[in-house]
């Protein structure tokens, strides 16, 4: 893997998503938006040293700059998969301590570990000490029913001793018990002013915001208070939210790509990975959302999710859902 020369800084970011974020979103992702910091789903550890790594890791060159992260709560364990991170050119190590999947907890990881900041500290020294590439952490603002800002503040210290210098913070307390991860992501109450107060307090760190940000304007006016925002189910569900982020937040000069275009620029990557044996169907699954709001959406979508057509379909799929949505053509 070859690195870009310098990265951009993280002033946007997308989200892992399980499930979600896959190389193919993210090198779908990348046609929208160059500058923008791309992170993998959640990979545990169990998975990495003990499973299939080319699975987990490969990814396409132009995902940089790209971040794996990690589930896990064992140093020397974290320590290992860092270096592996490393060893297959990614750009970021990210701790996951936000999950609140019972899943997860029974793993004793995600945002159980809000918990244990010690433990979180020992995991991020590990790391840190295995790689030269970042470690990062991913948090919640608190866990059940502590929500006094503090905590908040107590974890972020003891985690900076070790060396962490970035948090991306979800805005939210972890309900451990009685919700489900959607209902985690909906039902606590978000408090912005927690991580501008964070930030406010500790210029010296990197604080990264995320949670029910769905606007380049709310993006605009959170950018006021903290170093960076990460978006996640609103770059999922319609992706061309990113189209005006490298001009408007990174200052570039070109213009954005034209939706047309990301369709064509698909296409050899949608040959070379159905050449690998991937299946058109856990490709096309992630460009569904790309003309939401555009006359001729809903029959983009009917296409690429019809499972009669995708069954043995290359990527003239997509130039079929581009005709069924009428004077829509691709451009050369």
């Known amino acids: 893997m070859t690195h870009p020369r310098t990265l951009p800084s993280r002033t946007l970011s997308v989200a892992p998503m399980l499930d979600w974020t896959d190389r193919h979103y993210r090198y779908f992702a990348r046609l929208i938006t160059r500058d923008t910091w791309l992170y993998t789903e959640m990979v545990t550890t169990g998975a990495l040293l003990h499973g299939d790594v080319p699975r987990h890791l490969s990814f396409h060159d132009s995902e940089h700059p790209v971040a794996l992260q990690l589930g896990g709560s064992e140093p020397d364990e974290l320590a290992r998969c860092a270096k592996l991170a490393e060893e297959w050119g990614y750009d970021e190590v990210n701790l996951n301590v936000g999950c609140p999947s019972e899943r997860v907890q029974k793993g004793a990881f995600g945002a159980c570990l809000m918990a244990e ?3 979180v ?6 790391m840190r000490d295995a790689v030269s590439i970042d470690v990062t952490v991913k948090h919640r603002i608190g866990i059940d029913q502590i929500e006094h800002y503090d905590y908040l503040a107590g974890f972020v210290d003891q985690v900076a001793a070790a060396g962490c210098r970035t948090f991306i913070v979800h805005a939210r307390n972890a309900i451990l018990k009685g919700l489900s991860p959607k209902e985690n992501r909906e039902i606590p109450p978000l408090k912005y002013d927690y991580v501008y107060r964070l930030k406010a307090e500790r210029p010296e760190l990197e604080i990264l915001l995320n949670g029910g940000v769905k606007t380049n304007e709310e993006i605009a006016g959170h950018l006021r208070h903290v170093d960076g925002v990460m978006v996640g189910r609103e770059a999922y569900h319609n992706p061309w939210i990113m189209a005006d982020w490298d001009q408007r937040f990174y200052g570039a000069s070109a213009p954005a790509s034209t939706r047309e275009a990301v369709v064509a620029a698909m296409l050899p990557y949608i040959a070379d990975r159905l050449a690998e044996g991937h299946k058109l169907r856990n490709i096309a699954r992630h460009i569904l959302g790309l003309f939401q709001g555009v006359p001729g959406a809903r029959a983009w979508r009917r296409t690429l999710s019809d499972a009669r057509l995708l069954d ?5 799929l997509l130039l079929q ?3 069924s949505m009428g004077s829509r053509r691709l451009v050369e």
């Open 321 to 323: 859902a581009l005709e």
């Open 121 to 126: 500290a020992d995991c991020v020294k590990a």
């Open 117 to 119: 900041p010690q433990l």
């Open 312 to 316: 043995g379909a290359d990527g003239k």
